[in-house]
């Protein structure tokens, strides 16, 4: 984060209005931009939801646990959190 002076880049006026709320403390502007989700921008969240249907798919077609857990290198508990969450 970096900091910058209020009044090398706000207008007077507005710094003054400012300045009525808060005076010579750290104000934190946070960004107008919407908060991505989880995933989305590294494409992470896609890769695990393909995973995720996949097993799902295999243990309703048959596949054990055992075979699903050495396959995909998850322990049994995620799996059943996978299949059935």
Excluded: D, H
Excluded at 1 to 17: D, G, H, R, S, V
Excluded at 45 to 56: D, G, H, P
């Amino acid at each position: 984060m970096k900091y910058i002076n209020a009044a090398e880049i706000l207008p007077e006026k507005l710094l003054k209005e400012i300045q009525t709320y808060i005076n010579g403390c750290v104000l934190y502007i946070p960004k107008t931009s919407a908060k991505e989700e989880w995933g989305s921008v590294s494409g992470s969240r896609k890769f695990y939801q393909k995973r995720n249907k996949e097993i799902q798919f295999l243990f309703k077609n048959g596949y054990s646990m055992e075979a699903l857990s050495k396959q995909y290198g998850l322990a049994q508990s995620t799996l059943k959190k996978i299949i059935y969450g």
